[in-house]
């Protein structure tokens, strides 16, 4: 649990001193500004979530994480598909 709060703190710190360094530069990059941020706002609003829950229930953890990977293999899949 504490590893992934370190993760979703650096990436943020990551995140916030990219833009402060070259705030047009990083727009300029914005595929992968949109994905760093993207990255960040899952395991901020919906990994991390998920881990809290089974807390209670370590068992648990597998089933969250396989439910995470199918769900990012279907959205890879999707954009492999329907390229934008």
Not at 10 to 26: N, S
Not at 34 to 46: C, I, P, S, T
Not at 51 to 77: H, I, Y
Request: proline fraction near 5%; glycine fraction near 2%; charged fraction near 30%.
């Amino acid at each position: 649990m504490e590893a992934e709060r370190d993760y979703i703190n650096d990436l943020t710190e990551l995140i916030e001193k990219l833009e402060a360094e070259d705030p047009i530069k990083f727009r300029n990059v914005a595929s992968v500004a949109a994905e760093l941020k993207d990255l960040a706002e899952f395991h901020r609003g919906l990994f991390l979530p998920d881990l809290t829950n089974c807390l209670d229930n370590p068992t648990e953890v597998a089933d969250m994480f396989m439910k995470w990977v199918s769900v990012q293999l279907f959205n890879s899949m999707k954009k492999r598909l329907n390229p934008v």
